[in-house]
């Protein structure tokens, strides 16, 4: 067997993973809490005085590019002002790839207060008592959250970061206050300040790909009022995932049961509200080694159901990686029912995309629906009360591109319907 040097070693026969080859801390800084006492009135001058300065440095001494990404957490901090005065403490963050260079720093937050009195100019003299305090427990936030992305880090390379603390006022107060300073306070406790940088590998070991599920094959049937038995489609194998679209469009779309072993993965109009109404019920299960030949779906009364079963092969075996979307149309009885029916875009990555449409009409009629393209038709029914049709697409977009189905002729007495879309990912190679 080959092994990568750069990501696993075999030391004496022992297969194990790099310890670059995972989440790490790699530098950390640190400066503890001071407290700034300031006067509560003075000349009119504003204060800009520096408190923290934490600068580390880590370099990258793997092989590979490494993402890193920043922490900083800020300790308690408090800052209380007399009179008119107003100030905060500022942080601000930088970094740098450039060997000795030093970070420029970004503003990220500013924590302090002031008071408004009312009182300003020519006669703003003698201002009363009123101090203003705040204070705010530690937080942690990210580094450089105004940067979108981590920070990769090339073999050899040095990232240099560097956080800043300092106490800015805005406006300090100029003359005397009235009553004078005894028991005011202007003080400024700063609170700690730690950063941390963590680094992870860039990519993965191996370049994982996903590859496109294929439909091996489908078969179908339909009833009304009695269980609709649908043979197992040919060329099934062990592992292939199996998928049953289940529709009917009268009694309660409870009624609609699936053997044992189904899971279901996706409906529409399953409620006690839709009683009489159009259903959609999705099981899906994956193929053992012992399968029967035919699978039975429960069914409601009088309902017309119609069963497609599809066996997909190369499927992701895990079912919350699929994503699944379904919208119903209701128009009321005066209302004329669109003959065209919109399947819900998905914005999800996906390699085999299966939508469908399903309406109901009157039995005077007979209807048709037209699968569009780019979809290849799975199946399609055209029954006494309702008429279905499916399709799939390999390596849809993202999101899934527009589809509609449109039915031969506009359905009467309600025309309801339901479209549905399930993306499916391939497994994993």
């Known amino acids: 067997m080959t092994v990568d040097p750069d990501y696993f070693s075999d030391t004496a026969g022992a297969l194990a993973p790099r310890t670059w080859n995972q989440l790490r801390q790699v530098a950390t800084g640190y400066a503890n809490s001071v407290t700034r006492q300031y006067p509560p009135t003075n000349t009119g001058l504003n204060y800009d005085d520096p408190i923290h300065d934490v600068t580390v440095k880590w370099t990258n001494d793997t092989p590979i590019d490494q993402k890193v990404y920043g922490l900083v957490t800020r300790g308690g901090c408090q800052v209380t002002l007399q009179a008119r005065s107003r100030g905060y403490l500022l942080s601000q963050h930088g970094y740098t790839l450039t060997d000795d260079a030093v970070p420029a720093l970004t503003a990220v937050s500013k924590v302090g207060t002031g008071v408004d009195l009312a009182l300003g100019g020519i006669l703003g003299s003698n201002p009363a008592y009123a101090q203003a305090e705040y204070r705010q427990h530690s937080v942690t936030m990210p580094f450089l959250p105004d940067i979108p992305e981590w920070i990769t880090v090339a ?3 040095t990232i240099t970061a560097r956080v800043a603390v300092r106490f800015q006022s805005a406006y300090w107060e100029s003359v005397a206050i009235d009553g004078g300073v005894a028991f005011t306070r202007s003080v400024v406790v700063s609170g700690d300040t730690r950063l941390d940088l963590f680094a992870l590998p860039a990519r993965s070991v191996v370049e994982a790909a996903r590859v496109t599920p294929t439909v091996v094959g489908e078969s179908h049937a339909h009833d009304i009022t009695n269980p609709v038995t649908v043979t197992a489609v040919t060329g099934t194998q062990p592992g292939d995932m199996l998928i049953a679209l289940v529709v009917n469009q ?6 609609i049961t699936a053997p044992a072993g189904w899971t279901l993965s996706g409906s529409n109009g399953l409620g006690d509200w839709f009683f009489g109404d159009v259903h959609l019920a999705i099981f899906t299960k994956m193929a053992g080694d012992n399968e029967p030949g035919s699978y039975t779906f429960g069914n409601g009364f009088l309902a017309e159901q119609y069963v497609s079963l599809i066996a997909v092969r190369d499927a992701s075996p895990l079912r919350t990686e699929w994503t699944f979307a379904s919208q119903m149309t209701r128009p009321q009885f005066w209302e004329t029912a669109d003959t065209n029916q ?6 999800a990555d996906g390699q085999l995309l299966i939508a469908l449409a399903y309406v109901a009409h009157a039995t005077s009629q007979t209807i048709t629906e037209t699968t569009p393209a780019p979809l290849t038709e799975l199946s399609a029914f055209s ?6 049709a499916a399709g799939y697409l390999s390596e849809p977009s993202r999101p899934t591109p527009e589809l509609v189905f449109t039915a031969s002729d506009t359905p009467q007495y309600g025309g309801h319907s339901i479209t549905a879309a399930l993306l499916i990912p391939g497994r994993w190679v």
Do not use: E, K, L, N
Not at 342 to 347: C, K, W
Not at 383 to 388: D, L, V
């Open 155 to 157: 073999p050899g390379q």
């Open 250 to 255: 009268f009694d309660s779309g409870r009624r």
């Open 342 to 347: 919109t399947v819900p875009a998905i914005d």
């Open 383 to 388: 029954g006494q009360a309702s008429s279905f």
